[in-house]
């Protein structure tokens, strides 16, 4: 099948698809979420894209005789973090989608 065998409805909404996702990626990326480990010492935010944007540490945090605690929660923070822009991402792409699932596109 080329290109040219597709319906012509078909290949408008797939056009009127891309073009919506390339839009959502933009908003994503000004849509921020947060998640704190620790009980709060240390919060990550993270974009709809998946990208760090800013990491908050509170004084209380920080014990220079332990610093692998003070990464352990960074680590967990982001982790957090970046599970909620998932999961973000994810839902939105489903109402863009129809809920089709489109591997590759974040």
């Known amino acids: 099948m080329s290109f040219q065998d597709l319906n012509p409805n078909m ?13 959502l990626r933009e908003e994503l990326a000004d849509r921020v979420v947060d998640a704190e480990a620790g009980g709060g010492l240390v919060t990550a935010f993270t974009n709809g894209n998946g990208d760090l944007v800013k990491l908050t ?8 005789e332990d610093l692998g605690m003070l990464e352990d929660l960074i680590v967990a923070a982001v982790t957090k973090s970046l599970e909620a822009s998932r999961a973000m991402q994810q839902s ?5 989608t129809g809920g089709l699932s489109l591997p590759g596109l974040f």
């Open 11 to 23: 290949l408008r909404q797939a056009q009127s698809v891309q073009k919506n996702l390339v839009k």
């Open 57 to 64: 540490i509170k004084p209380d945090a920080v014990d220079s």
């Open 92 to 96: 939105e792409m489903a109402k863009v």
